[in-house]
């Protein structure tokens, strides 16, 4: 299986803050990657497909980049809706695989 | 739009099956992937595996051969049937679709997840 590795494991930053999340995998992926967030008690939502394609409605703040084994994920300005979970997902490779997730909350 | 939602029994017995239905509404079942997806209380994702609309599977080798996904094209329905289930298998259990046509595999939507518990 690959293995996706994501750091930090746990983030606090202040509301405004750049805020990036790192998700390296065990072997080259392509940029068959997707980054998601998750609210307490709810599904996953997908906000960034193909390492860098941004979900339909999804704000332009998210973004993502990278290719091969590392990837970025980056919100430009953080908000307190942006409170949550994230996780990355490779689709290189069955099975598909998740990160360990990243839990942000605001300083 | 699509929406998902899964539906069973919410405690399973060890050594006993587990099974889970999701009912897509406002869509099609053609032409996509229809996973699930599971979440130990706590922890990670873990993908259980997927049906393609023509009744190909796929399931996670770490689930050995206790995964069967199954399709329903008339009543717009995919299941998870799960077998000697252990504590290990408690988690949510999420579908969501994976639209792959586009050439991109992404979990684009997402039942809002059900708790199974593994007791006796």
């Known amino acids: 299986d690959i293995q996706m590795t994501q750091s930090p494991s746990s983030l606090s930053a202040s509301v405004g803050d750049r805020v990036t999340i790192t998700c390296q995998a065990s072997?080259?992926?392509?940029?068959?990657l997707n980054w998601y967030q998750q609210k307490p008690g709810k599904a996953p939502k997908l906000l960034i497909y193909?390492?860098?394609n941004l979900e339909t409605g999804v704000p332009s703040r998210f973004s993502g980049s990278g290719s091969g084994t590392d990837f970025t994920f980056t919100i430009s300005s953080l908000q307190p809706e942006d409170i949550a979970t994230y996780y990355c997902?490779?689709?290189?490779?069955?099975?598909?695989?998740f990160g360990q997730g990243t839990n942000l909350d605001i300083k | 739009q699509v929406q998902l939602q899964e539906s069973g029994p919410g405690l399973v017995k060890p050594s006993e099956t587990l099974s889970l239905t999701c009912t897509i509404s406002?869509?099609?079942?053609?032409?996509?992937?229809w996973n699930w997806i599971r979440q130990p209380p706590g922890k990670g994702l873990e993908w259980i595996g997927y049906?393609?609309?023509?009744?190909?599977?796929k399931h996670n080798p770490s689930l050995k051969s206790r995964v069967t996904i199954s399709l329903d094209t008339s009543k717009n329905q995919f299941s998870l049937k799960l077998g000697s289930v252990t504590a290990a298998d408690t988690a949510v259990y999420y579908c969501a679709r994976d639209d792959g046509t586009s050439g991109n595999n992404a979990f684009d939507i997402w039942g809002q997840g059900t708790m199974v518990t593994v007791s006796s």
């Open positions: 072997q080259d992926i392509n940029n068959y």
């Open positions: 997902q490779q689709y290189e490779k069955l099975p598909y695989t």
């Open positions: 049906i393609f609309y023509s009744g190909n599977t």
């Open positions: 193909g390492a860098s």
């Open positions: 406002g869509g099609s079942i053609s032409s996509y992937y």
